[in-house]
């Protein structure tokens, strides 16, 4: 009995373990489920006769039942397929290749081509060009059509330099190489710079400010100049770590290419300093320019300043422009130079660069003549410490008029001598014989003489010597000018006690016999002063003087000032009248230069051979060329182009050195002062000595520029016309080409025209 209960026990007991084996096994071999799809490597493939490539399927769920792929060719005279999938192209046509799996299938559509399908475009973009030792670049690529059948291949034109590959750009020593990728016919090529991860160098145009928080176009090309033209290099100090120690700039050589030592020109080597410029903007005068520097960037790139007044630090990521100069002799060789600039701060970088010489030389004297005001409030200069008229004549104005010839400004306004109604020494005369009075006017030569010799012996190429205006007030529609009381006979008035009664007649309105009287007197004195004075070259100063009458006359102002030029041209015809207007309302006919603004240029009406000039202030804004600092520095070496596009002669701007309107007094500390920025002046203060600006040598070459032209004109006018139009696009709307690399291939051309 016992031995059956054993029995009994033994028997349950396998048949629980059984079930619990049987659970496990369902756990571990799931129920197979259908088939659910084929995914294939290739939706669309392409294939020359002959070509193979292999299929891959993959079938879903992974547990499927049936997971056997059969393979069939749709038309196997065009493709045939392999039990594996490879599939070969037989003849040209299209077919599909199919994959199945149970009840499931996938297909690929196959082209088989005879020939080659090209490759019609290839597009790469960089995602920046230029990268450290040891880091990869890698490119985008966009090919038309995708089915092409050409292969991509990359090259590099020095694989010391950087290697270029399916993978992407890898730098491997420091330099510029250029990086080319190929796919048929159609080639995509860009110059990449490998740069150390200290301090780098990059050459960039100097039209090109650089300024923070925007990318640089950085560029190797060779500077093309004529012989008397300044060949400028801008150099970007770019540094990847923190630099602790500031650094010094300098050019090693600048030799004919290939020589590796010595100088044939000595440059000139300045940091380009940033200063605060902010937004200013007043919408009377023509609004903001579209293409003005961001808002958000305070610190504009505008004077410059050698190294021994400037120090500079830079922190890792900064960076900093510099400046070398080259002024090319008239004599100098032609030919290709080579130079290697050098910057030593914690770590030292070079980069050379190169100049072509043109067998092109500017004429001696330079064809435009360019008048600006200097003004005698130098505090800047001196500390706040407000100099005496003597020292300001003697030492400032020198050194002002002096530094300004350096960069083509030949014309300049009397400060002191003012020839105004205020400081003349007016008094009537008695004539012995008829018994009356007549007015005499006289002049304070000793001033005049100081400034017209200081003018003489500081400006090698002295043009102009502008006087001031004569005008008393302009109102809205009328002008006041100072005269004298007359009697019933048109004589000069006097008291009982012989003194003359001075009043003032509003023109147009007022009889201006009165007017016609003061200026007669006016005119004969000044011309007895000036024609009995003469310069060491033989010039009177009347040779030189121009006569400012009421600047910038409007078209409310227009009949009112037509009255008066109308005045001086019968009392005074030999007097040259220079002003500037805008209005085309204005009467040139008693004009001997008119001066319109841009705005005004095209519609002022012209005399016969007229000499005209055009000049630029306050305005014009909006999208116009002028000297803003907040404006490309294209924009303003536009300005001498528009002298050939109007056949403008002279060029007109006022502010040298108005450093008086900035705040403070101190244009250091915001190049926004009583009006927008870069209207005020164009050079800076330092202490008793002066800095040029990037804006002032932009108008220094664009007058070569302008030298260039009317050089292409004697040859062909069409010529130099087509060349022009090739900047000015629509001087009127305005619309200037501002790709700056399209400015440097129109000068080449221009180069390379003259020296044929």
């Known amino acids: 009995m016992r031995r059956l209960l054993y029995g009994i ?13 049987e ?14 799809a084929i995914m294939l490597s290739e939706k669309n493939l392409y294939l020359l006769i002959g070509d193979g490539r292999t299929l891959t399927a993959n079938v879903t769920p992974w547990n499927a039942k049936d997971k056997t792929i059969t393979w069939e060719s749709g038309n196997p005279e065009i493709a045939t397929v392999s039990a594996t999938g490879t599939v070969v192209g037989a003849s040209e046509g299209e077919c599909d290749i199919t994959a199945r799996a149970g009840s499931v299938s996938a297909s690929c559509h196959v082209v088989v081509t005879r020939l080659y399908i090209a490759a019609e475009s290839l597009e790469v973009t960089l995602p ?3 990268i450290a030792i040891g880091e990869t670049l890698v490119p985008e690529v966009t090919i038309t059509p995708g089915n092409t059948t050409e292969q991509l291949v990359w090259t590099t034109s020095d694989s010391q330099i950087a290697e270029a590959g399916a993978g992407g750009i890898e730098g491997k020593k420091a330099g510029y190489v250029d990086i080319t990728a190929t796919i ?6 860009e110059t990449v710079q490998v740069h150390p991860e200290g301090l780098w160098l990059e050459q960039v145009d100097a039209l090109l400010k650089p300024v923070q928080r925007e990318p640089l176009d950085w560029a190797c090309d060779t500077i093309c100049v004529a012989r008397g033209e300044t060949a400028t290099v801008q150099m970007i100090v770019r540094a990847g770590v923190d630099q602790n120690n500031n650094f010094n700039p300098e ?8 020589q590796r030592e010595g100088f044939s020109v000595e440059p000139r080597i300045n940091h380009v300093r940033e200063v605060r410029a902010t937004e200013h ?9 579209p293409d003005r520097y961001s808002y958000l960037v305070y610190d504009i790139p505008d004077p410059l300043v050698p190294q021994s007044d400037y120090q500079r630090w830079l922190k890792k990521g900064g960076f900093a422009g510099v400046w070398a100069e080259f002024d090319i002799p008239l004599d100098f060789t032609p030919g290709l130079y080579q130079g290697l600039f050098r910057v030593s701060g914690d770590s030292v970088a070079e980069l050379p660069f190169w100049v072509k010489v043109y067998d092109v030389t500017l004429p001696e004297k330079q064809g435009l003549d360019i008048l ?9 200069m001196t500390g706040d410490e407000t100099p005496e008229y003597w020292s300001v004549m003697n030492t400032y104005m020198p050194m002002i008029v002096r530094f300004a010839s350096q960069y083509g400004q030949n014309g300049f306004r009397l400060v002191y001598a003012d020839g105004g109604w205020r400081y003349l ?3 009537a005369v008695k004539d012995p014989v008829s018994g009356k009075y007549h007015l005499v006017v006289n002049f304070d030569e000793p001033a005049y003489e100081r400034e017209f010799n200081m003018f003489y012996e500081n400006c090698p190429d002295l043009r102009q010597v502008q006087g001031h205006n004569i005008v008393a007030a302009r109102h809205e529609s009328t002008i006041t000018m100072g005269a004298y009381k007359l009697d019933g006979n048109g004589d000069l008035w006097v008291d009982s006690d012989g003194n003359p009664e001075s009043i003032y007649v509003n023109l147009p309105d007022e009889d201006p016999a009165p007017v016609k009287y003061y200026l007669k007197a006016y005119f004969d004195g000044l011309r007895k002063m000036l024609e009995s004075h003469t310069f060491p070259d033989g010039r009177s100063w009347k040779d030189v003087y121009v006569q400012t009458l009421s600047d910038e006359p409007d078209d409310n102002i227009s009949g009112a000032y037509n009255k008066l030029t109308e005045i001086v041209k019968e009392v005074a015809p030999d007097f040259v009248v220079l002003d500037p207007v805008q209005s085309t309302l204005i009467n040139t006919a008693n004009l001997d230069i008119p001066c319109p603004d841009i705005l005004t240029a095209k519609g002022l009406p012209r005399q016969e051979d007229q000499t005209v000039w055009i000049y630029s202030a306050m305005g014009p804004q909006g999208n116009y060329a002028n000297r803003f600092i907040r404006i490309p520095l294209l924009k303003t070496r536009i300005l001498h182009w528009l002298n050939y596009h109007y056949d403008a002669s002279g060029y007109l701007h006022w502010g040298l050195n108005y450093w008086v309107g900035a705040k403070d007094g101190d244009p250091w500390k915001d190049a926004y002062g009583s009006y927008i920025a870069g209207d005020m002046w164009i050079i800076w203060p330092g202490d008793h000595k002066l800095y040029s600006s990037i804006r002032l040598c932009a108008m220094r070459d664009g007058i070569h520029d302008y030298d260039l032209l009317k050089m292409i004109e004697n040859r062909s006018k069409a010529d130099a016309d087509a060349f022009c139009a090739r900047l000015i696009l629509d001087a009127e709307a305005p619309s200037y080409d501002m790709d700056v690399k399209h400015f440097r291939a129109l000068r080449r051309d221009m180069l390379e025209y003259l020296s044929k």
């Open 251 to 258: 050019v090693v050589f600048f030799a004919p290419d290939g």
């Open 23 to 36: 659970a496990d096994f369902d756990r571990l071999n799931p129920v197979m489920n259908e088939t659910g």
């Open 128 to 130: 920046s060009r230029s």
């Open 184 to 189: 048929g016919n159609i080639s995509w090529t």
């Open 281 to 289: 903007w007043d919408l009377w005068c023509g609004g903001a320019a």
């Open 372 to 380: 600006q005001w200097a003004n005698p409030e130098v505090e800047a």
């Open 9 to 21: 026990l033994a028997a349950s007991l396998l048949a629980l373990s059984c079930k619990e084996v």
């Open 425 to 427: 020494d007016r008094k």
